[in-house]
């Protein structure tokens, strides 16, 4: 089967075609090519190997061309304003300064991570399972910020912006909003550093909001304006892309595209394997440690699960120690291949909510993937 792309469908499994190239860019090591303007670099799957993900090897997504590529942090300034007693402009030293530092260790992953993998194929960024990336993210509570300012009565939303622009008029700068009982449910943060240190360009400098438990499209990098509104907030990032059928598992079929959508939100529960590669051979009659990664909104992974035989029977993996409560959690499985030949095995993951992974999901944006993941190769 032909996609829109003219590359083979990836048929139940983790490949990709073509081959993506790596490439290196500013403060970056080499990551896999998906576009250059604006860049969008997946990071290789063998770093998902390390619980935190580093720096230089975090995946890059922007939207617009026109990127921030300086930053004078003496005249940076993080505004907060709109329906607030007293708007804020706050330099980098202030934000140090004034604010309890926090951190937390939350998995930052595209909507459309695992794109790729749709059947059939739909537009968008192809990506594979390296849309996405945890770290240590450390800075001050949205709410704080919000209490020196003061909220008034009748807020709805926040909205978001970074320093990146529409490279053309026709085309909405990517603001970004979230209803306002989200913004001040505490868990929201203004990041100034990514695993200890200052974060690259690429993934945000000086600042970036860190919102767990969501997709990152609402982590907006370079944040330099957050506005209280006492309107709901529209443009194309919202009232168009990044929406998703209004059903639990985001499905919908070509042929009935749904009519009732709404913006992506909570991370899908899902999980993924490390090891093996796809297309890694194994070596027959010996124990192989498959390794891979689950994750969710934040109710917590409970289970995991892997089939060697396309979903007949199920072994339970064991779960490493629980990072935090937005990271993602490792998981692992001594298999024995039974025979040698061609392998196809499966994962599939359930949390405390109870939510499970499903085998067939669908819809038109590639968004919330929750389909159970196979990997296939040889054992010789
Ligand atoms: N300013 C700004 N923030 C942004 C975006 C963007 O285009 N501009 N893209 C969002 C999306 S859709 C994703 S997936 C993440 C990517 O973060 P990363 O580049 O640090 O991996 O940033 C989010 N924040
Ligand atoms: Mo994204």
Request: negative net charge; hydrophobic residues 40%; glycine residues 8%.
């Amino acid at each position: 089967m032909l996609s829109p792309f003219g590359r083979a469908a990836a048929d139940e499994t983790n490949l990709h075609f073509p081959p993506k190239k790596l490439v290196r860019f500013p403060e970056k090591t080499d990551l896999l090519l998906l576009t250059d303007r604006p860049p969008q670099l997946e990071t290789p799957l063998h770093y998902f190997r390390q619980d935190l993900t580093p720096n230089e090897a975090f995946f890059v997504r922007w939207h617009e061309s026109a990127l921030p590529t300086l930053i004078d942090p003496a005249a940076f300034r993080l505004t907060i304003g709109g329906n607030v007693e007293r708007p804020l402009s706050l330099s980098l030293d202030e934000l140090k300064r004034d604010f309890e530092p926090v951190s937390v260790t939350a998995l930052a992953i595209c909507s459309g991570n695992s794109r790729s993998l749709f059947q059939p194929p739909v537009p968008g960024s192809q990506w594979v399972n390296g849309g996405m990336g945890n770290a240590r993210w450390t800075g001050v509570r949205l709410t704080d910020l919000f209490d020196r300012a003061g909220l008034k009565a009748g807020s709805v939303e926040i909205t978001m912006q970074g320093l990146d622009r529409s490279p053309m008029p026709a085309l909405a700068d990517l603001k970004k909003a979230l209803p306002i009982e989200h913004a001040t449910d505490g868990t929201l943060i203004v990041a100034y550093a990514m695993n200890g240190t200052p974060m690259p360009m690429l993934n945000g400098f000086p600042l970036r909001l860190i919102v767990p438990g969501y997709y990152a499209t609402y982590w907006v990098k370079c944040v330099t304006d957050i506005q209280v509104t006492t309107e709901p907030f529209h443009n194309i990032w919202h009232d168009v892309a990044y929406r998703v059928p209004d059903n639990p598992d985001y499905n919908e079929s070509e042929d009935h595209l749904a009519v009732k959508t709404k913006p992506i939100g909570k991370l899908s529960i899902h999980s993924i394997f490390v090891r093996p590669e796809p297309l890694e051979t194994i070596p027959f009659g010996q124990a192989y440690p498959l390794e891979g990664l689950a994750y969710d909104a934040g109710y917590g992974i409970t289970r995991v699960e892997v089939s060697a035989d396309r979903g007949q029977s199920w072994q339970e993996a064991a779960l490493d120690p629980e990072i935090d409560r937005y990271s993602w959690r490792r998981w692992r499985l001594n298999w024995t291949p039974a025979a040698r030949g061609p392998y196809q095995l499966r994962v599939r993951a359930v949390n405390q909510a109870g939510e499970h992974q499903i085998l067939s999901q669908w819809n038109h944006g590639g968004y919330g993937r929750k389909v159970i993941d196979s990997t296939t190769g040889l054992v010789v």
